[in-house]
Structure formats: C-alpha cells, structure tokens
C-alpha cells in the first residue's frame, strides 16, 4: 500500500506563472488534506477536501488559491500568478475517516523566482 | 491562531538520555497528536490521544495529557541517534483542521 504521493517533489516557477502541485491519497483514503510549511515554521492548514467537495477552505488565500479532488486521479494545488511570497513546502495529507491520524506525503517545494 | 506551542523549541541529548518536549494550547480539544520531522521530509505520525484519555504509549514514546492545563507532553526514553528529527504537536479543534506548533528540533548525540 503506497503512501500518499506528492509531485513533483520540486517545482520552480517564475513570478506570474501558474503552479500545480499534486498529490494521490492512500489507498482507501477518501479525506485530503494540503498543509503549506515556511521555513522554521509549523505547519499551516490550507484546504479540506473529500471527493468532488471541498469542505474547509478556510485557510486558504482568497485569491489565486485553488484546490480540487475529482471522482478520478489525484487532488491538485493550482497557485496562478505566483509570487515570490508562494515559496514554501506544501504538505499533502490523507486519512481514512474524520477525526483519524493523518499520513503525510514527502511534501513539495515551490520556489517563486 | 490557536495552535499549539511546543517548549522547549531546541533540544540537545547524549545518546541514552530522555528527552522530554511540552505542548500548550488555548481552547478545548477533540485530540493531540503527535508528528515527527526528519529534514526535508513530510511529517510522520506518533502517537494521537483523545481529550479523555491522560496518558498513552508507544514503544518508547510516552504521551500525556493534561486538559485542565491545557498541556501535553511528550517523552522520549533510551534516546538514539536516529530519533534526531523535529516534533510537532497538532491540536483538533473537532473541525479536521489540525492547528501545528512552530516544533522542537531534537539532536541526539551519538
């Protein structure tokens, strides 16, 4: 049973571009969940998704920030016209159920030129 | 935000000591977790306890839980080199969003 898996594992864009970072659940995980990391930081909760729905997206930035889990393939991280203040590591997480451990995937790492 | 607050925020152990990080948070909880950090890498989970529970182990982690403290601590026994990682607590409001601490960062000596 593969973990969560995240790509690209590095990503560099230029400042206007669009970002895609993507992520694949656990097997039997219905529960998605992307977290972004600053350097010398925790972690911050961005987005709640179950398939087909977002059910929390309170952290998330209301403009240029979105996120979507289709009935088919992996959850996707869409950041337009990235800004150097993008760069970070951003942390996809999946659990079987609510109120369940997370298992996290290795994390992508934006880099906004 | 609320979040939780680890101390102490750097740690630095001889191989075989314990190592013990504390956890503070604001308001109540449905759970605390528990997450490890190696460089680089995405967090792995350790150990979760519930608002009702006090005390929970894992191999050579030990968790508790003080709720009338808001507070949580988690102990590491017989450290070894590989335990070398930062730790997060994240607290569950009830609402799925786990809320981080900035982490520990735990060296042990060889």
């Known amino acids: 049973n593969a973990g969560v898996m995240q790509n690209p594992r590095h990503l560099v864009r230029r400042r206007g571009q669009e970002a895609r970072l993507r992520c694949s659940p656990m097997k039997g995980h219905s529960h998605v969940y992307w977290y972004r990391q600053l350097p010398e930081e925790g972690l911050k909760f961005m987005v709640y998704?179950?398939?087909?729905?977002?059910?929390?997206e309170s952290g998330m930035p209301k403009e240029r920030f979105s996120a979507e889990f289709p009935k088919e393939g992996p959850s996707i991280l869409r950041i337009q016209q990235v800004v150097r203040g993008d760069s970070a590591a951003y942390f996809c997480?999946?659990?079987?159920?609510?109120?369940?451990?997370?298992?996290f995937g290795s994390g992508t790492q934006l880099s906004v030129l | 935000s609320q979040q939780g607050e680890e101390d102490p925020q750097a740690l630095s152990i001889q191989e075989g000591e314990n190592a013990t990080m504390n956890c503070s948070y604001k308001?109540?909880?449905?759970?605390l977790q528990w997450y490890r950090q190696n460089s680089g890498r995405g967090l792995v989970h350790l150990i979760l306890?519930?608002?009702?529970?006090r005390e929970k182990h894992s191999g050579r982690l030990r968790v508790t839980l003080d709720t009338s403290k808001k507070s949580s601590s988690l102990l590491i026994t017989a450290s070894r080199a590989a335990d070398t990682a930062s730790y997060f607590c994240a607290t569950d409001y009830g609402n799925n969003r786990l809320a981080f601490g900035k982490g520990n960062q735990v060296v042990v000596i060889p």
């Open positions: 997480a999946s659990s079987e159920d609510r109120d369940e451990k997370l298992f």
């Open positions: 308001t109540s909880i449905n759970n």
């Open positions: 998704l179950q398939k087909e729905n977002i059910i929390d």
């Open positions: 306890i519930r608002s009702n529970e």
